[in-house]
């Protein structure tokens, strides 16, 4: 067995893949409805789901443009709240554009995501073990891995 694949390959790799998924999701599934709720409520939940996503994302590339070329730990920022601002917000995207697409399938397509992305996140923590240190594993030890901390605990 080869080396495993970088952070960079695993990232692309599973982009593309859960991109694919998701787009035969949506041109596979049926439109689902509910009577107490109107399709332009769901459509607006979704958009709204997708601005938070998309806030959160400008967010962390504010503090990381390039995250394949890493020289420093950051933890400043979103990146004090949670360890992947990244995967979090394509997360939230995912689940605005399956409210906001109503297909049933996409239901699917965000239980798939999560856990790819889940998977590609825990894959990167020793890599930046390796690379960081007693710096990362503090670091990991006061900030969550997705679901972001109202508070800021002091990194030790």
């Given at each position: 067995m080869g080396p495993a694949p970088s952070s960079s390959m695993r990232q692309v790799a599973a982009g593309f893949a859960v991109v694919c998924f998701g787009l035969g999701c949506l041109t596979y599934g049926r439109e689902w409805r509910f009577a107490f709720i109107s399709s332009s409520t769901t459509e607006i939940v979704g958009l709204a789901i997708v601005m938070v996503g998309v806030i959160l994302r400008v967010l962390a590339f504010k503090e990381i443009p390039c995250t394949h070329r890493i020289n420093k730990l950051v933890t400043s920022g979103i990146y004090s709240k949670t360890r992947n601002?990244?995967?979090?917000?394509?997360?939230?995207?995912?689940?605005?554009?399956?409210?906001?697409?109503?297909?049933?399938?996409?239901?699917?397509?965000?239980?798939?995501?999560?856990?790819?992305?889940?998977?590609?996140?825990?894959?990167?923590?020793?890599?930046?073990?390796?690379?960081?240190?007693?710096?990362?594993?503090?670091?990991?030890?006061?900030?969550?891995?997705?679901?972001?901390r109202l508070t800021t605990k002091p990194i030790r």
């Open positions: 601002p990244v995967y979090l917000s394509f997360m939230i995207i995912v689940l605005g554009i399956a409210i906001f697409s109503r297909m049933s399938l996409t239901a699917l397509w965000v239980i798939v995501t999560v856990l790819v992305l889940y998977w590609v996140a825990k894959s990167e923590e020793s890599d930046l073990e390796t690379k960081f240190g007693e710096q990362y594993r503090a670091y990991k030890r006061n900030v969550p891995r997705f679901i972001p």
